[in-house]
């Protein structure tokens, strides 16, 4: 059975910090990892990983993909109150994307 | 449209009433799916729409759900004798192609089942 399983769950941090959220995925026929943030209403697309190894930026945000291990993390680094969010992660195959729980973070000032 | 469009926004509705919640993609995009989530949890898949080719019904819960889509336009996902356990935003994305394409989400259907 397809599955996405991220970690932690969910995080508090202070304004300033960095945090890594982790995201491992057992996906059948597996084509891509996309990270999305939502916050109160519709997910916004972060990130959409399909090569090993190769990162991706945006601002603060960062993300790389391990085919080989089958995870990928998302880095923010800097964090900001306005970062405070449910991050998801998604594997994608030829149809269905099958998403994670979310980790949920709460960023303090 | 500039985005996916969903539609009612809120829906309260009484214990075994049935309920229609209408999706509008995002005009081009030949994926569509439904997702639902309950309070606090992640996305839960129900059905998926490519093209012309047989939807992937594989995440409906029961036979109580369905779901329509007319071409490569708008979409309905009906729940019939609703359950309290119904209660969830009801979220549509659409996407140019599967799986390899970034979803755009809609804001959501909040569904209340009294």
């Known amino acids: 059975e397809d599955k996405v399983v991220q970690s932690p769950l969910s995080l508090v941090v202070h304004e300033g910090d960095t945090v890594t959220l982790n995201c491992s995925y057992e996906?059948?026929?597996?084509?891509?990892l996309l990270w999305y943030k939502q916050e109160k209403k519709a997910p916004t697309f972060l990130f959409m990983l399909?090569?090993?190894?190769i990162e991706k930026k945006s601002g603060r945000l960062s993300s790389i993909l391990d085919k080989k291990e089958l995870f990928s993390i998302l880095n923010i680094t800097a964090t900001q109150t306005g970062d405070s969010a449910i991050y998801l992660c998604?594997?994608?195959?030829?149809?269905?994307?099958?998403f994670g729980k979310g980790t949920k973070l709460s960023v303090k000032p | 449209g500039a985005g996916v469009s969903q539609s009612p926004s809120n829906k309260v509705t009484e214990k075994g009433k049935d309920v229609e919640l209408r999706c509008d993609p995002i005009?081009?995009?030949?994926?569509l799916y439904w997702y639902r989530q309950r309070l606090g949890q992640g996305l839960e898949f129900l059905i998926y729409?490519?093209?012309?080719?047989?939807?992937?019904k594989s995440g409906l819960p029961s036979d109580r759900f369905s779901a329509e889509r007319t071409g490569e336009s708008v979409s309905t996902l009906t729940i019939q004798r609703t359950q309290q356990e119904d209660s969830a935003v009801y979220l549509c994305?659409?996407?140019?192609?599967?799986?390899?394409?970034?979803?755009?989400f809609g804001n959501g259907t909040r569904l209340t089942v009294t």
């Open positions: 994305a659409s996407s140019s192609t599967s799986g390899a394409s970034p979803l755009h």
């Open positions: 996906v059948t026929n597996f084509r891509s």
């Open positions: 399909t090569s090993s190894g």
């Open positions: 998604a594997g994608g195959s030829q149809g269905n994307l099958i």
């Open positions: 005009s081009g995009h030949t994926a």
């Open positions: 729409f490519q093209g012309n080719s047989a939807p992937d």
